[in-house]
């Protein structure tokens, strides 16, 4: 089966002094759960937002789900099938919890109003907040928004989802919260690609973890084998600083 | 589980910008009410104690004041549509679309109100009808300027252009994330502008867009010199007959300092009753 996920060769500019990434290839099968972990500035992220062509990419092929990411009916397509978590939630904060998860449904997906607020419900309880339904994004927690971001990239069924650094922008104890609802939705068996330094997670869920630096992969295996005999110096050294 | 059972954070229909829950609610009257309600007394008081002159100034001078407040509105309705397109052009990736948008911006804020007006009225007719001769359009030929058409085509080219810069600066003032997060979700560039960022750039760009309301009023005084007869214009009319300038100019005065008194308490309001929770 082909690969959902097909990146080949991609560079990244920023500006003329920064190459962000350079020649990345990546492949992601379909129920894959892929860990990306790698310094600040390797391009991690960026590789993630190229996905869903947040971000541009200056040279090289991304396919999701068969379809290449070039005109802009073909970028459009690609993200109402590619959920994305952010860092900073980046809930809409003029829209109750609610309204969020409502919006795209009834905007990009065309559903009815009643279909869109059942959908949102349902989620809702799944990822264990029924009761911030009419709640402002301003008067729930970190853990929280981050719970509804999630849903509200559910509700459009997507077959993959992107999450970067989804609990890095968190207070410690509501990092749980978040990561539970990631594990329940790995082992329902969403194709994952997943930013983040949650080892626990990675072990847990992934079944590829991949190592980045300054623009490249520098190696990738299962999480258990990178996270505890990585092949490679910089990987060596990168983890000897992330892990206590 | 029933998760829309009410409580204290139940909210109306978004779509209803100006009832967002939590807001202060409307009904508590700052005290700047209180000058505005002073100066309508004295005028009130003026009226009834010496009706002859001030009666008859504000008998005399009020279809001007409803082609004041007819020419701002009208005005400043057309400002805050074509303001967005120049705002949004000024954002534009495209350099063409920048590029107009931006000389648009910087030449019109380059020549004097007053100016624009008197080109508006007196050379804009002749350009229309030098073309009408040239290309043999006779309803072009014959067209003859309607002063107050043109007033309010000065006023809102001009102000438009300042408005552009508000808009900027209020969509600008959005977080990127907002825009990414509704591009993610599948919605296009069109979609999340209307649905997500200009929503919450209209809040914060409120006061500066009240300001420039109350700026139009004040500035569609000039139109007096362009042969509309607006409140301005209609207090020289009187003065030329009477020969009374201080009850008169006083009155007109008192007159826009309640338009403009009240205005800015609407927009305070307004400003009030929109604001995001948390």
Not at chain 1, 38 to 53: A, Y
Not at chain 2, 67 to 88: E, M, Q, S
Request: hydrophobic share 50%.
């Amino acid at each position: 089966m082909q690969p959902i996920i097909q990146i080949r060769d991609v560079h990244k500019h920023f500006g003329r002094d920064i190459h962000a990434l350079r020649g990345v290839s990546l492949d992601v099968n379909k129920g894959e759960v892929v860990v990306i972990i790698g310094p600040s500035g390797s391009g991690k992220s960026t590789l993630l937002r190229c996905i869903n062509r947040l971000e541009e990419y200056d040279q090289g092929t991304i396919i999701v789900d068969g379809i290449p990411l070039d005109t802009a009916a073909n970028i459009n397509a690609v993200r109402a099938e590619v959920g994305m978590v952010f860092q900073q939630f980046n809930l809409f904060a003029h829209l109750s919890v609610l309204e969020n998860i409502q919006l795209a449904q009834r905007v990009v997906r065309r559903r009815a109003s009643a279909e869109a607020r059942k959908v949102a419900l349902d989620l809702l309880a799944k990822v264990g907040i029924p009761e911030k339904a009419d709640a402002y994004p301003g008067q729930i927690s970190g853990g929280q928004q981050q719970r509804v971001a999630i849903a509200r990239a559910l509700a459009m069924n997507p077959k993959i989802m992107l999450f970067d650094e989804p609990t890095s922008a968190l207070d410690p104890e509501m990092i749980k919260e978040v990561l539970d609802v990631m594990l329940a939705l790995a082992h329902e068996g969403m194709t994952m690609v997943v930013v983040s330094h949650e080892m626990g997670f990675a072990r847990a869920a992934a079944h590829r973890a991949i190592f980045m630096d300054e623009g490249m992969i520098v190696e990738e295996s299962t999480p258990e084998k990178l996270f505890s005999t990585p092949a490679h110096e910089r990987t060596k050294l990168f983890l000897s600083k992330v892990l206590l | 589980m029933p998760a829309t059972k009410p409580n204290a954070l139940r909210s109306p229909p978004a779509s209803e910008l100006a009832r967002i829950p939590g807001a202060e609610p409307s009904a508590k009257l700052d005290a700047w009410w209180w000058l505005l309600v002073g100066v309508i007394a004295l005028v009130l008081a003026l009226v009834v104690v010496r009706p002859d002159p001030f009666l008859r100034i504000v008998i005399y001078v009020r279809d001007g004041i409803a082609v004041t407040v007819l020419t701002t509105v009208v005005a400043f309705v057309l400002t805050l549509v074509l303001g967005l397109v120049g705002g949004l052009g000024r954002l534009s990736k495209n350099p063409v679309i920048f590029g107009l948008a931006s000389l648009y911006v910087e030449l019109i804020r380059g020549i004097p109100l007053m100016v624009q007006l008197i080109w508006w009225y007196f050379a804009f007719p002749s350009v229309l009808q030098q073309v009408g001769q040239s290309f043999n359009l006779t309803f072009l030929e014959r067209y003859r300027a309607n002063p107050i058409a043109m007033a309010i085509i000065g006023l809102t080219i001009c102000y438009a252009a300042y408005m552009s810069e508000i808009y900027r600066a209020g969509i600008q003032s959005i977080p990127r994330g907002q825009m990414e997060a509704a591009r993610s979700l599948g919605m296009t560039y069109a979609q999340s502008m209307r649905h997500i960022v200009l929503p919450q750039a209209v809040r914060v760009i409120l006061p500066p867009v009240g300001n420039e309301f109350i700026a139009l009023l004040k500035d569609s005084s000039l139109v007096s010199v362009v042969a509309v007869a607006d409140l301005t214009r209609r207090g020289r009319e009187f003065m030329s007959t009477t020969f009374i300038p201080i009850e008169t100019w006083s009155m007109v005065a008192l007159l826009y300092l309640i338009l403009t008194l009240f205005s800015a308490r609407m927009v305070a309001m307004i400003e009030r009753r929109t604001k995001i929770e948390g």
